[in-house]
């Protein structure tokens, strides 16, 4: 069953992620997005390709405006018809299976309450990558944001004010957004959540549990 991909990554985490710029967890995040997203990789394929010519000349022309945008439509129509969707086998997408070293069952869930486990991913760096597991129907609490998150669905899907995430989909959340994520009734919802500050929940009880649960 596929499902017609409608939250991607913005250009600009594309670029540092073709630049080798992003902490290790939201590169892991963009690696995963790109792997399940046709549109994201041919993207990508046009960012590399630009930097790489870039790199290559080390004066830049001077650029028209526009002419960069020109570059890149025709970069992303030329890398589009190469990139080929790499094979997925099971829920993780290949560069998390690299991380957890299987599928999900190499997973070791551990529960946060209200339906809701996770497992942390072994990362370097100032950013954190977890996994969540939210059962069908079940909420994470109402929470806002003191830096980025980027949410990745791998199973199942959840609803929040920005909208409905299904498999592949990317939320893309800042300081301006406070959300409750649902997941739908009808499935447990796997993600894949990367963060680079703590997260502001609006109720005391997950507040108090913060510290243990390092979210
Ligand atoms: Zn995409
Ligand atoms: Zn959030």
Avoid at 24 to 37: P, Q, R, W
Wanted: aromatic share 4%.
């Amino acid at each position: 069953m596929t499902h017609n991909i409608a939250h991607h990554l913005t250009d600009s985490l594309l670029m540092a992620y073709s630049a080798g710029t992003l902490p290790e967890a939201f590169s892991l995040t963009v690696a995963a997005h790109v792997s399940l997203c046709d549109e994201c990789r041919a993207c990508l394929g046009a960012y590399d390709s630009i930097g790489g010519s870039l790199l290559e000349h080390s004066e830049l022309p001077s650029m028209e405006p526009g002419s960069m945008a020109a570059a890149l439509a025709a970069a992303k129509s030329a890398t589009a018809a190469k990139v080929r969707a790499p094979r997925t086998r099971g829920v993780l997408p290949a560069p998390l299976q690299d991380y957890v070293g299987g599928d999900l069952d190499a997973i070791k869930w551990r529960p946060v309450g209200l339906g809701v486990r996770q497992a942390i991913l072994p990362i370097q760096g100032v950013a954190t990558a977890r996994l969540l597991h939210i059962r069908a129907g079940a909420a994470v609490p109402n929470h806002g944001h003191r830096g980025i998150e980027l949410t990745l669905v791998l199973q199942g899907a959840f609803v929040d004010d920005g909208g409905r995430f299904a498999r592949g989909d990317i939320e893309i959340a800042d300081e301006e957004l406070d959300h409750t994520p649902v997941a739908d009734d009808a499935e447990d919802c796997i993600c894949l959540a990367a963060t680079d500050a703590p997260l502001r929940f609006s109720s005391w009880v997950p507040r108090l549990a913060q510290p243990f649960l390092r979210i």
